[in-house]
């Protein structure tokens, strides 16, 4: 009996084992059958265990406990139990302690500011120019010079005297006639030049700022200019001697600060500069002697112009006082004769009938007589010819004529006889023909 009660009770827990152990073996996957289908539920399980025909009466195939046991550790569930998470903690536990040295972080990379531009500049704050001196003090040796306009670098910024380096002179210079940094920045654009370089190919040069206006020229990348100001989104620029416009966008600016220059080198630049000087004084003088021989030349080889009666001139009073104010505004200085070589040839025009038939027509004709366009002639007009040049006139419409082959005059000094056929010189005019 009691050996059956035994048996009655192992078979119990037998099957209960059994129970769980299908249980969790469907959980892990292994009831999946070869083909891939899955495996029966747990209810159909327990009925297939049931037909296998164990014999609970049979210790030999009874299942131990600890065999059951080693096979529920042994499944392949990759899921986390009590068990298995209270492990991992020991585990952990148990470890060493991982110092901060052994943890690999990602460390972000420095934000790098970059320095400002002009932290270490400095610009004069003169009208002339600042000395550099040796030692920081009045004392000491001035060793070069930095023109308004110009400034460097500071090596080491003092409260009243700073150390700078600037072109080829190093020294010291006073902080109370100079800008640093900041201050240097703002004023600029108050002492030094601007210039531009273009950063794109064939870009317009306008004589106005507007598309508007005439394209002059095209530059290329690279290309410097010198800025003059700004008009909206146009820079005025200096383009070979000529003042014209760019498209700022397509600009990239640049104050230019002067470099100073050394006691030496100042000397250097003087001397060249009274050499330069020199030399074009020299030439000048060789010039001017040269044109004063050709003059003798001239005079020499100059027609003396036999003076002739021709019939007299019907003109209008108005042409008459014209004629003598014409006179008076090109030759008010030169002598009697030259005043009627100027009248006479206004008279050989007003035959030849190219400048027009009336006085005033050959006197107005574009580009003749410079007297009309700088506004001497209209100041005799109203102030009236002198006294000789009204006597020139009316001897010239007399018909009396001193030079009746020319047609052309000017100012002796500017002559160039090369191009004459055949002149007379009378003081200062050289009057001619082609």
């Given at each position: 009996m009691?050996?059956n009660?035994?048996?009655?009770?192992?078979a119990?827990?037998?099957?209960g084992?059994l129970?769980i152990s299908?249980?969790?073996?469907?959980?892990n996957?292994l009831g999946?059958?070869?083909?891939?289908?899955?495996?029966?539920?747990?209810a159909e399980?327990?009925?297939s265990?049931?037909?296998?025909?164990?014999?609970?009466?049979?210790?030999?195939s009874?299942?131990?406990?600890?065999?059951i046991?080693?096979y529920?550790?042994?499944?392949?569930?990759?899921?986390?139990?009590?068990?298995e998470t209270?492990?991992?903690?020991?585990?952990?536990?148990s470890?060493?302690?991982?110092?901060?040295a052994?943890?690999?972080?990602?460390?972000?990379?420095p934000?790098?500011?970059?320095?400002?531009?002009y932290?270490?500049?400095?610009?004069?704050?003169?009208?002339?120019?600042l000395?550099v001196?040796?030692t920081?003090s009045t004392?000491g040796e001035?060793?070069?010079?930095?023109y308004a306009?110009?400034?460097?670098e500071?090596?080491?910024?003092?409260?009243?005297?700073?150390?700078i380096?600037?072109?080829n002179?190093?020294?010291?210079?006073?902080n109370?006639?100079?800008?640093?940094a900041?201050?240097?920045?703002?004023?600029m654009?108050?002492?030094?030049?601007?210039?531009?370089?273009?950063?794109?190919?064939?870009?317009?040069?306008?004589k106005?700022?507007?598309?508007?206006?005439?394209?002059?020229?095209?530059?290329?990348a690279?290309?410097?200019?010198?800025?003059l100001?700004?008009?909206?989104?146009?820079?005025?620029?200096?383009?070979?001697?000529?003042e014209?416009?760019?498209?700022?966008?397509?600009?990239?600016?640049?104050y230019?600060?002067?470099?100073?220059v050394?006691?030496?080198e100042?000397?250097?630049?003087?001397?060249?500069?009274q050499?330069?000087?020199?030399?074009?004084?020299?030439?000048?003088?060789?010039?001017?002697?040269?044109?004063q021989?050709?003059i003798q030349?001239?005079?020499a080889n100059?027609?003396?112009?036999?003076?002739?009666?021709?019939s007299a001139?019907?003109v209008?009073?108005?042409?008459?006082?014209?004629?003598?104010?014409?006179?008076?505004?090109e030759a008010?200085?030169?002598s009697?004769?030259?005043?009627?070589?100027?009248?006479?040839?206004?008279?050989?025009?007003l035959?030849?009938?190219?400048y027009?038939?009336?006085?005033?027509?050959?006197?107005?004709?574009?580009?003749?007589?410079?007297?009309?366009t700088?506004?001497?002639?209209?100041?005799?007009?109203?102030?009236?010819?002198?006294?000789?040049?009204?006597?020139?006139?009316?001897?010239?419409?007399a018909?009396?004529?001193n030079?009746?082959?020319?047609?052309?005059f000017c100012?002796?000094?500017?002559a160039?006889?090369?191009?004459?056929?055949e002149?007379?010189?009378?003081?200062?005019?050289v009057?001619?023909?082609?």
């Open positions: 009691k050996a009660r035994q048996e009655k009770i192992i119990g827990i037998t099957a084992l129970g299908a249980v969790l073996l469907i959980a996957g999946e059958s070869s083909t891939g289908e899955k495996n029966e539920t747990a399980q327990s009925t265990v049931e037909a296998t025909g164990i014999d609970t009466g049979n210790e030999a009874i299942l131990s406990l600890s065999s046991d080693a529920v550790v042994a499944s392949p569930f990759e899921g986390i139990d009590e068990n209270e492990l991992a903690e020991a585990e952990t536990e470890q060493p302690e991982t110092t901060a052994e943890v690999e972080t990602e460390t972000p990379e934000v790098v500011e970059e320095p400002y531009k932290e270490n500049t400095f610009i004069v704050n003169v009208n002339e120019y000395n001196r040796s920081p004392d001035v060793l070069g010079k930095i306009g110009g400034g460097g500071v090596i080491e910024k003092g409260e009243q005297w700073s150390k380096v600037s072109g002179v190093e020294g010291y210079i006073n109370d006639y100079a800008w640093f900041e201050d240097a920045e703002a004023h654009s108050e002492v030094c030049t601007m210039y531009a370089v273009s950063n794109v190919n064939s870009l317009r040069v306008r106005g700022p507007g598309t508007d206006w005439k394209v002059i020229a095209t530059v290329n690279g290309a410097e200019v010198q800025v100001g700004f008009e909206g989104d146009w820079a005025k620029v200096n383009y070979i001697g000529t014209a416009y760019i498209y700022a966008e397509y600009l990239e600016t640049e230019y600060i002067e470099a100073g050394t006691i030496a100042e000397q250097e630049a003087i001397r060249l500069e050499e330069r000087l020199a030399e074009e004084q020299r030439k000048a003088e060789e010039a001017e002697a040269a044109r021989q050709k030349n001239a005079i100059s027609s003396l112009t036999e003076t002739v009666q021709t001139y019907n209008s009073e108005e042409d008459a006082y014209l004629l003598a104010c014409t006179v008076c505004a008010g200085y030169e009697y004769e030259g005043k009627l070589a100027v009248a006479n040839i206004i008279l050989n025009r035959n030849g009938g190219a027009g038939r009336t006085i005033y027509d050959v006197v107005y004709a574009r580009g003749q007589f410079a007297v009309v700088n506004g001497a002639l209209n100041r005799v007009i109203n102030n009236g010819p002198n006294a000789e040049s009204l006597q020139a006139a009316k001897d010239a419409l018909g009396i004529n030079v009746p082959q020319y047609t052309s100012a002796l000094k500017a160039n006889f090369d191009l004459y056929s002149y007379s010189i009378i003081c200062n005019q009057f001619y023909r082609r």
